[in-house]
């Protein structure tokens, strides 16, 4: 159709929606109706507007099974699901055990089990339902998930449940295992990011020799040492279903549970059933210390140009639980703290106006790099802060840096302290518009409390948080 038999089309058919007097008012003689976008069309129905209450359309529902094991799940429209099981099992847990266990079953996740021969199968058998895996273990948790299609569920939990109970724990995927965990060894080391193995000494530091304070990362000495006997040992005790938590985002509650009661209900694990006996009960022991290291970086490089010899510190104090009343206000005074790098571009939404941005940065040139953290943990926390310099400035950047953990809660304005809490809101819910991170967020606190708080509940503690 040429041009103008389209404008005729236009003409007529406005003619007749909407009659000739609307047609001369809105019309410019033209072709084309002149409609200003600010007056509502004649004869259109009235919009109606979603409106939003603050409170999730889902809640999340919790089953315990006959074994001890919680089944946990909050529906979200999609055609796509996250399920997944966490286990109450992490680097803190291997005080009698050599330590790098957690990164070791890390790295053996979805390997061959008993219904597949090798991981291959397992990415193929997921890939039939667009779906794809993948494990983490932190300091008290280990932690497998699936993305995929809801109606792949069965499939979904069924493998699940092969992965984490009935891997083949093969010589040579132990074996591959040690060569990847080597390497990662070699590369954080090599890492021009330093926050990483800062984090590690920090932990190592504030609680030496336990709990939290244990490796995350396998010690090079311990990894001939773990084999597919110290494994099984570690699993009998911490891969019990009393310590797992089935979480699913997507689904309907009463199939994830049909699911679990199929395939995780009465099953043998790979390492036999035996009453748990060397369960490691011990609470965080806050012990303080430093923890130094000296590096040799000039010869890493990503390009031409050397990295810059400076001195990387972090200084922590201890904070709280993520189960005492403290933890929001010590996550608001986070947010308060801020920072980032010198070279950090963008206005309040990136953070420039929190402490360390207009206290050191702004005021210290010299400084390359100054950032709040805060780790929490079921019985204890840190609150650091990761401050980088040149080396002859240390002294300097030290005393600036425990300057501001000494001014840290005085002085704070009553827009300050709105813009922290208004930012730490706006992260959590943005944080929650994503599948994976529902997923993670009600595994984790299902574990640890047996319940969750929907967000809702945190936006109402934040609002009655002042000085």
Known sequence: WSKQTLQELCSTFFYLRFGIAAYRKYSSGGGYPNISLSTPLPGIPKPVFASV??????ETKITTLENGLKVASQNKFGQFCTVGILVNSGSRHEAKYPSGIAHFIEKLAFSST???????????????????????????????????????????????????LQPRLLEEEIEMTRMAVRFELEDLNMRPDPEPLLTEMIHAAAYRGNTVGLPRFCPVQNVEKIDKKVLHNYL?????????????????????????????LNVKPAWGISAPANVDLSVAQYTGGIVKMEKDMSDVSLGPTPIPELTHIMIGLESCSFLEDDFIPFAVLNMMMGGGGSFSAGGPGKGMFTRLYLNVLNRHHWMYNATS???????SGLLCIHASADPRQVREMVEIITKEFIQMAGNAGEMELERAKTQLKSMLMMNLESRPVIFEDVGRQVLSTGKRKLPHELLVSLGHLGF
């Open 53 to 58: 209450d603050g409170h999730e359309k889902y």
């Open 114 to 164: 008993a219904q597949y021969g090798s991981k291959d199968e397992i990415l193929l058998t997921l890939e039939k339902h667009g779906g794809i895996c993948d494990c983490q273990t932190s300091r008290d948790t280990t932690m497998y998930a699936v993305s995929a299609e809801v109606k792949g569920l069965d499939t979904v939990v069924n493998l699940l449940s092969d992965a984490v």
């Open 236 to 264: 009998r005790n911490y891969y019990c279903p009393e310590r797992m938590v089935l979480a699913g985002v997507g689904i309907e509650h009463e199939q994830l549970v049909e699911c679990a009661r199929k395939y995780l």
């Open 373 to 379: 953290y805060h780790h929490s943990y079921e019985d």
